[in-house]
Structures are given as structure tokens and as C-alpha cells.
């Protein structure tokens, strides 16, 4: 584990790697996540143990279905998914 400072220092040299490497590149963006997105089960002890949570691609898709029945609702610009502490907040663009 690093702190958040190293591991910005290492997004940085991976965007200028990248665009000191591909000439045809001119915009890199490296996301930096504070908090694990993985998490070990419940009462387990073994790392290797990950709790995995619904694709987003299940999710957009069950978004879009419960929505597409609300006539008022004429289009989806974005969905967002953010998985946090083994929970789901679901971000809808209307």
C-alpha cells in the first residue's frame, strides 16, 4: 500500500510515459482511487477471498428497463455506478 501522494506521483509519471511514448496520444487521464474497490468476505481471512459486486453493464441495464416505462422521462445521458464499502450508488443523467 503507498500513500495517496506517492501514488499520484506514479499517475504522473505513467500520463507523461504515455504520452512521451505515443506520439498520437494527446490526453491521458489516470485515475487515482483512495479506498480499495475490492473488499475480502465477510469473516474471511484469506485476501484472495473478493467479494465481487453486479457488473455495470447489468446494472445500466436494469436502470434503463425500470426507466423506460416512465413516459416522462425522454432520454439517459450518463449512468454512473460507484461501488463503495461493499455498497452501490447508482448516478443517473436524465
Do not use: W
Not at 467479494?51 to 434503463?64: A, F, H, T
Amino acid at each position: 500500500m503507498m500513500s495517496i501522494s506517492a501514488a499520484h506521483q506514479v499517475a504522473e509519471r505513467v500520463r507523461l510515459g504515455i504520452l512521451e511514448k505515443l506520439p498520437a496520444v494527446n490526453e491521458v487521464l489516470v485515475h487515482v482511487d483512495a479506498e480499495d474497490d475490492f473488499f475480502e468476505a465477510e469473516g474471511t481471512e484469506d485476501p484472495q477471498k473478493i467479494v465481487l459486486m453486479r457488473p455495470q453493464s447489468e446494472i445500466e441495464n436494469d436502470v434503463k428497463k425500470a426507466l423506460s416505462v416512465i413516459p416522462e422521462i425522454e432520454g439517459i445521458t450518463h449512468i454512473y455506478c460507484h461501488y463503495l464499502n461493499q455498497e452501490l450508488t447508482v448516478q443517473v443523467n436524465i
